[in-house]
Every structure is written in structure tokens, then in C-alpha cells.
């Protein structure tokens, strides 16, 4: 196991692969420290582009968005009170407070130094659990597959703040837009309505394109006014030394694990991981009053735990080809449209690309971390950046990447649509990561309940396969839990929630 | 948004969804029954589209069922600034006009995204000058960079056909 990932890491400081990883990070720090850019937008923007490239080092290239957007988001959240990616939004709570009293500097160390040890806290746990885990989902049959996608749609629709049933709107939404083509089965079309054009299908990417980047475009031109006055960065930068990070350790600590187990968790999202790691940080806390008002545990919490979670989440989709969050969904295209099957095989069949991507993970934080720790002055002055002349930029990539895929302009017309139907679901609060995921799982979930059938003969089947039957166990209580919880909870005051749309 | 505006939204969104579940019913009906496996290929396009209904059933019940929070959700002070429809409205109508040159070969790429760069961005800053000229430097630079490079180096042909291709 270290040797395969020594051997990856040795491969990532090959020229070629440190470049595209040190171009993937800042790339991904810029546009997640940008407000209503984010890495989802970035990651299928360059997919594309990822076509004209060998399998592992675009992989390599989005793996490191992936981790550096995650991160960037926490200089506007500091600096603006705007989190430049969802998961970043509890950052904001404590993070402005500090900077607004004088000590941005502090928080923004404080931030990316949770972020790298939150990262490689994950880390760990990738390279230690998805072996063993790629093992045992060789067990898995169809009705195991078939389970595991049902409970991760529950799941994200549970975990989605706000409504479950919009939740489950989006998740079975996004499941209903991949059916239409060929059959598999039978090679029947269905559900094209008289488009030739349909007879394949929605293509992902510019499905992606539509919901990811085409949507955030429109919201950003509505909320064009939306400009905050940035917090200046002033003050020497005073390194916060042993001393100062001791006390935050077993935050960190908890915080990162709290992070890796819910990015593990089918289709939940940093923002989710955040969440609950300022909740329980709050709760242990000597000082909970203080969080809010600028209170430095806050800031670790949260960022240690939403970048745990980018490792996490890569565990089920490299082990069992689930995505672990809605960005590993777009990851999980990536890899499907360059010809490998994510899964439990892919230790198996594609070793080294796996464990070039765990080390690309791994360097990435720490490259993360670097530039971040010494570029901060200058991001601090990129979240402003003029969005009239960022937007009809990202508009014509989306365009030449979508057109570029099959040469068609009918999946520009379906970005355009994808992007409307975006938006019209974020303005009615329906989150936009379950539809990602119902929309990348629904094929899995059909040829596997039909192969569960075929070999069973009727939906009993799945009972007679504990693991299966444990999945959908879960899945069913994960449904009803909400409810029982409102009704235990009955006659006390709600509280509100906290948008994670675009997780 | 205040609840009787969310409310009338949803009302709206599960109008849409149960539209959207009949066309999809009517159209999986139609479709021959199993032939080679128990599933064929109406079933699973039917089941989601039966759960949708009910989805939507479920979040307009669950709508009349709700208590409204004590505590707001927490909120940021940029929030403070107005929305803009009218931009997102010609955001929208710019995009598709663009798309819609190109479809119906009216303009190639070049022209095309030279006047949606300077339109969309011109909207965008209410066509203030210290952002027009980084607009126009922007505009001429993607649309002659993105067709030199798709052409030249990706030799993937974007839209070229139309007056001033």
C-alpha cells in the first residue's frame, strides 16, 4: 500500500503532473475565493478541455480544484462575509467578526492551517480504508448496487437543508432527466418526444454545464448589485506558532473526522460536514456564546472539517463508484467519460491511476496550503473582481465546451435549459446537488435493479442479501427519521436553516 | 421570501412537476411491454414519475403543516443590495438570442461572441465605461482566441457558418 502510494507521489512531481496539479489548485483557490463561483463550475468547465488529455493527469488537474476550491472559499468568507463556495458559509459566521476587528490576518492563518490539517487527516483515511473497503464491495451483486444508490438519494435528500421532499424532488428530478434514449435492455427509445437528438440521451457534461455554471451565472446577474465592501488586510501577519495551535488540536482532530465520515456518507457535501462540526464544536466548547462573534474555534472547525470531507467523499467513489458529494459526482463523469469505471474493481484494473489520484489529493493540500499562506495579499484583492467581465467569459466557455463534445449545437441549447432549470430550482429552494446525483446514479440504479431481477426473479431478492437488505433498511429509516424527529420534537420552536444548494 | 410567496412558489413548482409527471406517464404508457427482462423500458420512467407526484403532493401538504421558525436563518449584510430581474431577464434573452445566431447560421462564432461578450457584459455594467473597455479587450480576445484555438490546435469546428463567419 505505502509503496504503491510512494510510487504516486514520485509520479506527481514528474513535471507534467506537478504542473497540472499546481495549476488546478490556484485555479481552484481563485475561483472558489470568488463569491458565486464555484469548484463544481470550475470542474465542468475544464472537463472538456480534460478530453485532449492522458486520463490521469486530468484527474490529477480536477482532484486538485477540487481540494483548492474547497479552500479558496474561505478568503471571501473572512473578508466579505460571503462564503465563496457553500462550504464555507459557517466560516463566515466567526470568521468576518475577527477580520472586521483587526485581526484578519489571524483568522485567515488559522483557516488555512485547519484547512491543510484538515485535508491530510482525510488523507489518511483514504489511503487506509479504500483498500480494504474496494475488497469488500467485491461482494457487492446487483441488489447491494441498487440499495447503496437509493439510500445515497435519501441520504442527500435528508441531509439538503431545508425541505426533505425537496430534497427528494431534486433527487428524483435528476433521476427522471437521465431516461430518455435507448433502452439498454431492449434498445427501445423512450421519452425523446420527437427529438432525434434525444436518442442518446442528456449528455452529462452539458447537463453539468447547465446546472452548475449556466444557473450561478443568472443568479449572479440577479444579485449583480450584490457587491460587499471587502475587509482590508492590515496589520503584520504574526505566525500563530505551537503555542497558539495547541489548544485547537483535539478541535481539529474531531472536527476532520466529523469531516471524513460525513464526506464518506453517499452524496453528502462539504457544507453538510461543516455544519455539524461548528454544531458539535459549539456544544463541547467552554465559551459557547462566543461563537459568532468571531471566536477562532469556529473557524477551525469549519474549515478542518470541509476539507476533510473532499477526502472522504473520494473514498465511496473510488471504492464502489458512488459519489461521495455533488462535486464527485462531476468527477465520476469525468472518469466515465475518460473510459474508466469507477468502482471496486479499479484497485484491480486501474492501481496506479488510483493511487496517483489519492497522492494528487495529498499534494494538493499541501500545495494548498502554501499558496494560500504566502498569496493571500493578492487573492484578498482578487474576490472583487468585476463579475460584467467574468461572466460572458464563463458563458463562451460553457458554450465552446458543450459544442465542442459532439459538435452539435443542440447541447448548447440544453446548457441554456439546464442553466433555467437550475436557476428556477434555486429560487424555489430546491437544492441542486441531489439532481447531479439522481441524474449520475439513475443509470446505475435501473441496470442494476434489473439485473437483481433477472437474477432473483422478483424484488424479494434483496431480502436475502444482508447487505442489501441493511442499505435499504437504512435508506427506509433515513426517510421516516426526519418525521419521527418533528413529531418528538413537536410544540418546540424551529429554527432556520441554512441554504446548501449548490454543495 | 415571506411565506405566502413561498407558498404561491411551491404551488407553482409542484404544478410544473405534476405536468411534467403526466407527459412522462403518457409517454412511457405508449411504449411496448417488457420483451427480453421484467423491467422493459416503461417501468422505472413510470415509478419515478408516480414518486414525483407525490413528492409534490407531499411538499404542498407539508407546506400547510408548517410552523414558521423562531429563530431566521442566518443572513449576511450584502444581502441588503436589490435584486436585479430586468439583468437576469436580458442575461437570459442575450444567451439565447446568442445560441439562436448560431443555430440558425445567422452569425459564426467569432461575430456571435464578439457582440454577446460586449452585450452580456455591457448589461451586466450598465455599459459603464471603466468596465466597457475591459469588455471589449475580453470580447475580441475569446473570440478570436477560442476559434484559433479550437480550429488550430483542438481541431474541433465551432459554428462557422453565416454572415460575417
Known sequence: ?503 | MSSPARDRTDLALVLVIWAFSAAILWSAWHLPPPRYDPLGPARVPMAIAITLILIGAGILISNRLRREPAVPAPSDDTRAAPLQPRIAFAAIAITVAYVGVMTLDILGFRAATLLFVIGLGGVLSRFARRSMIPIAILAIAISFGFSWLFAEVLFVDLPYRGFLR
Open chain 1, 1 to 503: 500500500m505505502f509503496g504503491d502510494l510512494g510510487s504516486a507521489i514520485l509520479y506527481i512531481f514528474q513535471p507534467w503532473p506537478l504542473f497540472f496539479l499546481v495549476l488546478g489548485t490556484w485555479l481552484g483557490i481563485f475561483v472558489g475565493a470568488i463569491p458565486g463561483l464555484t469548484g463544481g463550475m470550475l470542474i465542468s468547465l475544464c472537463i472538456p478541455l480534460t478530453f485532449y488529455m492522458d486520463s490521469t493527469m486530468a484527474l490529477v488537474l480536477m482532484v486538485a480544484m477540487y481540494v483548492g476550491s474547497v479552500s479558496g472559499g474561505l478568503i471571501s468568507a473572512m473578508l466579505l462575509r460571503m462564503p465563496g463556495t457553500p462550504s464555507s458559509l459557517m466560516t463566515t459566521f466567526d470568521g468576518h467578526p475577527m477580520a472586521a476587528r483587526g485581526e484578519a490576518h489571524r483568522a485567515l492563518s488559522l483557516g488555512i492551517g485547519a484547512s491543510v490539517a484538515g485535508g491530510m487527516i482525510a488523507g489518511l483515511f483514504l489511503v487506509l480504508l479504500s483498500p480494504p473497503l474496494s475488497k469488500w464491495a467485491l461482494q457487492f451483486g446487483p441488489w447491494e448496487y441498487f440499495t447503496m444508490v437509493l439510500m445515497a438519494i435519501v441520504l442527500i435528500a435528508t441531509l439538503s437543508q431545508g425541505s426533505l421532499f425537496k430534497g427528494l424532488l431534486a433527487g428524483f428530478l435528476g433521476m427522471m432527466f437521465a431516461m430518455p434514449g435507448f433502452n439498454d435492455s431492449d434498445g427501445q427509445l423512450r421519452l425523446t418526444f420527437g427529438f432525434t437528438e434525444l436518442s442518446a440521451g442528456f449528455q452529462l457534461l452539458p447537463m453539468l454545464l447547465g446546472i452548475f455554471v449556466m444557473s450561478q451565472v443568472i443568479k449572479d446577474a440577479l444579485e449583480i448589485d450584490r457587491q460587499p465592501v471587502p475587509v482590508k488586510l492590515t496589520g503584520k501577519r504574526k505566525p500563530i506558532g505551537w503555542a497558539g495551535w495547541r489548544r485547537h488540536v483535539p478541535n481539529i482532530l474531531r472536527s476532520s473526522v466529523i469531516g471524513t465520515w460525513i464526506g464518506i456518507l453517499p452524496g453528502v457535501g462539504a457544507s453538510v460536514s461543516a455544519m455539524v462540526a461548528y454544531g458539535v464544536a459549539k456544544n463541547v466548547s467552554d465559551t459557547p456564546e462566543k461563537f459568532g462573534t468571531g471566536c477562532e474555534e469556529g473557524i477551525v472547525a469549519s474549515e478542518a472539517s470541509n476539507n476533510a470531507n473532499v477526502g472522504g467523499a473520494l473514498i465511496p467513489l473510488i471504492t464502489m463508484g458512488i459519489p461521495g458529494s455533488p462535486i464527485d459526482a462531476i468527477l465520476l463523469s469525468a472518469l466515465i467519460m475518460h473510459n474508466i469505471q469507477p468502482g471496486p474493481m479499479l484497485f484491480l484494473t486501474n492501481g496506479d491511476f488510483v493511487w496517483a489520484l489519492i497522492a494528487a489529493y495529498l499534494v494538493a493540500n499541501v500545495l494548498m496550503f502554501f499558496t494560500m499562506r504566502y498569496s493571500v495579499g493578492l487573492l484578498a484583492k482578487v474576490v472583487t473582481v468585476d463579475r460584467a467581465v467574468l461572466l460572458p467569459l464563463i458563458f463562451v466557455c460553457c458554450v465552446v465546451g458543450a459544442f465542442a463534445l459532439s459538435n452539435r449545437i443542440f447541447d448548447v441549447w440544453v446548457v441554456v435549459a439546464f442553466g433555467i432549470v437550475g436557476f428556477v430550482m434555486e429560487r424555489a429552494k430546491v437544492p441542486l446537488g441531489p439532481f447531479v446525483i439522481g441524474f449520475v446514479l439513475a443509470p446505475l440504479f435501473e441496470t442494476e435493479l434489473r439485473a437483481g431481477l433477472q437474477t432473483s426473479g422478483s424484488f424479494m431478492g434483496l431480502f436475502t442479501r444482508p447487505i442489501a437488505t441493511a442499505f435499504f433498511v437504512a435508506a427506509i429509516a433515513m426517510l421516516f427519521w426526519p418525521a419521527v424527529q418533528a413529531w418528538r420534537h413537536r410544540g418546540r420552536p424551529v429554527t432556520g436553516g441554512v441554504d446548501t444548494t449548490m454543495d
